[in-house]
């Protein structure tokens, strides 16, 4: 539980910490994003919404939810993978990020309803490719992972792929 504490409040501190600086008018990217995302951290795969909040030229901050589902004969679980990223360059970016993947897994074997609740900490380093023109959206990052019991896979990968949303000129 403190982990997922630990989480939000970084979020909450990279918005207000974007919100404060002095925008600057560049090529103007669309700031909504939904991706599909194999592996990653959906773990298996799962689909996203990442929101810029911020427009700058060189660097911004972004954060991400999604949801992910797996099952098999014993168990299903929803991961929700929630991320904040700082994203530097402009059409080919850097991306640094860090988060938390929340786990809710049924038990099937034994047909009890009750969900148990379990959070990953992921720390990654990827590249994002954005189009203004098209709206096309590609990343692929490398993931270190800290799962609250030891799963034996402390690095993981994921490669996205989606479409961001033109934004509105006024």
Not at 18 to 38: C, M, P, W
Not at 62 to 79: D, H, K, L, P, V
């Amino acid at each position: 539980m403190k982990r997922i504490l630990l989480a939000v409040v970084m979020v909450l501190i990279f918005v207000q910490i974007g919100a404060q600086e002095q925008k600057v008018d560049s090529i103007r990217y669309g700031k909504n994003t939904i991706f599909f995302e194999l592996l990653g951290r959906g773990i298996l795969y799962s689909v996203n919404y990442d929101r810029v909040m911020s427009n700058y030229p060189k660097h911004n901050w972004a954060s991400r939810i999604g949801i992910g589902y797996e099952q098999t004969m014993m168990w299903r679980r929803f991961y929700v993978p929630l991320s904040v990223q700082y994203i530097f360059g402009t059409r080919h970016c850097l991306e640094i990020g860090a988060g938390v993947t929340l786990a809710f897994e049924d038990d099937l074997y034994t047909n009890e309803s009750s969900y148990a609740l379990d959070e990953t900490l992921m720390f990654g380093i990827g590249y994002r490719f954005r189009s203004a023109k098209t709206g096309f959206f590609f990343k692929a990052e490398f993931l270190e992972y800290l799962p609250r019991y030891d799963h034996g896979i402390p690095f993981w990968g994921g490669l996205g792929i989606g479409y961001t949303f033109r934004q509105q000129t006024a």
